[in-house]
């Protein structure tokens, strides 16, 4: 299984030792390293057959699974230099599906624009589901990391990445055929393709997180569990007032709208509170907000909160026949 | 669950950026960072509850997992300075067990000797069994990395640490007590204890890597599959003839006598074929073996094959009656 799982993950520019020793070693060029961790569990963070009736290929929870870590080097400021994918599953698992993930993880590395990155080590076990846990490991912009805890009253608030998409395309995953019209259905096809490709294989603008460090970013995050909760997160880490202008994320919603018309959903839902989107959320100065990023909300002294449209909010939701 | 977690497990000398925010920021001091990834597997690598009636506690799993991922890194002469932990686990595992895995991360960081050693991040996540992922990172010695791949033909070979015992210590966990005496018997009591904590807490000898490459070894690596599947690794991996000299081994096999003669054991198997011992496989320019190693054999020129005792072996066991 590895002679025909490791050909298939990209070698790198910064491994220093080919593979076959005991441990990877990877020149970073700085004195200091970023590292993140996280795991995809079938059943829990994603169903080999969605109520939808799509399967869940091995190439996209490759695909998911390096496009989260990746997130979180992004939200530092950091570049990836190097994965370590740590795969466990079950003995009948087809070895096409194995190597589909693979080709997930070459994918994403390429997609996102983190060439040079290589899968420097990695693990293959048993399991009753397929756990796969990646490290990633990233070198830092001089400019970085840009912390969650920095963003000072009469800062701007803003976002780059998809909003809601993943949400949506969840929903749209999570719909089954005959409780109403199939998402293929051909009025929104393409758009529904997108949205589920969104929750799939998850875009984060990678170079982003380095470009709000350059232009002076007081705080940086990424949207992994919803823009209401992790927004939350940056206002209690930095001590702040965050409030969110819904009008600001107007058009975020209107692309879901078609969406959120055959589920009966609130697209504004979505965007708010729904997560895995793998955008960030960053504090600038007013000014000085760097292209891509849409300024969509304002931090204010006070007490360590977050505000929609100048109203208390939940992380549990967002209410707007509340507002 | 995390809240408790988390703070059981050892910040450290190398954290720049405390938790809580969306990677790891480790201070390396050197342009090179050394990563490795392991995965202990409930069922697989470990048994909730062994023949012999020896249940597996949180610690052993969280001690077992640090010792050998550091192990990797003590194979690359390198020095541990950060953890990342992602464990998996049925909603159902008990927090008491979960606790005590993080009291076994921690015990082992101290215990092996690996202090400054943080676990810089981490991931909770649901699994049907427990999944256990460790990613080691590293800083080098100024000597390091040593590869496998270096021995030379007239070099000595050399091993450091436990060698067998972890074989013989999961013989005796193997083994119910009506197909035998029990392990607790008198006569061998704290022998067997010892060997048995051999298997579930290694014990790698964390620092001699680094000595090794000071001492100018050609290769190294570390004993995870057995003396015969790993030296035969490093024969292929340095095209050279390495003939291992069983009676430079007695010693070893001689403290296992007690628990050979329980089971009806070979000692001299479970040193040559017994993996999970995480000691050291080094091969040194004659005289230059520093302390702590024992020469156990030679490097010839010639076909990259393993000789044990002169005479060609095979990875999948030893048999002494055919030497």
Redesign the interface.
């Known amino acids: 299984m590895l002679a025909a799982f490791l050909p298939r993950l990209p070698r790198g520019a910064h491994d ?2 080919g593979n ?20 995809l ?1 079938q059943d ?2 994603y169903r080999p057959v969605w109520p939808n009736g799509r399967v869940t290929r091995g190439h996209d929870v490759g695909f998911k699974g390096v496009a989260q870590n990746l ?3 992004n ?2 400021a ?1 570049y990836p230099i ?1 994965l ?3 795969l ?1 599953m079950p003995a009948d698992t087809p070895v096409d599906w194995v190597l589909s993930l693979a080709d997930g993880i070459a994918d994403a590395i390429h997609t996102l624009g983190a060439e040079g990155c290589s899968v ?4 293959l ?5 397929v ?1 796969l ?1 990646i ?4 070198r ?1 912009d001089d400019a970085g ?1 840009v ?3 920095g963003a000072r009253p009469g800062d701007e608030i803003a976002v780059i990445g998809r909003v809601g998409e993943a949400a949506a395309g969840l929903a749209l995953l999570e719909t089954a055929p005959e409780s109403g019209s199939p998402p293929g259905a051909p009025a929104g096809a393409a758009l529904f393709e997108e949205l589920i490709s969104a929750q799939l294989r998850p875009r984060p603008p990678l170079g982003a997180g380095a470009a709000a460090a350059r232009a002076g970013a007081h705080a940086l ?2 949207l992994s569990d919803g823009m209401l909760r992790d927004a939350e997160r940056l206002a209690r ?1 930095s001590g702040v007032r965050v409030d969110l202008d819904t009008a600001r994320l107007a058009g975020f919603a209107d692309r879901l709208a078609p969406a959120a018309a055959l589920l009966g959903a609130d697209p504004m839902h979505w965007c708010l509170a729904g997560g895995e989107d793998f955008g960030l959320l960053a504090a600038f100065t007013p000014g000085t907000v760097p292209a891509g990023f849409t300024a969509i909300g304002s931090v204010a002294d006070g007490a360590a909160e977050l505000l929609v449209d100048g109203r208390p909010s939940t992380t549990t939701g967002w209410d707007h026949f509340a507002a």
Do not use: K, N
Request: no cysteine.
């Open positions: 220093d030792v076959g020793d005991d441990a990877a070693v990877l020149r970073i060029g700085d004195p200091r390293v970023v590292a993140t961790v996280d795991t569990v829990l963070d997130s979180d080097l939200a530092m950091a190097g370590l994918v740590s466990a420097a080590g990695g693990d076990s048993g399991a009753r589901e756990v846990t490290t990633a490991l990233g830092l990391p912390l969650r805890s995050m990424d880490a």
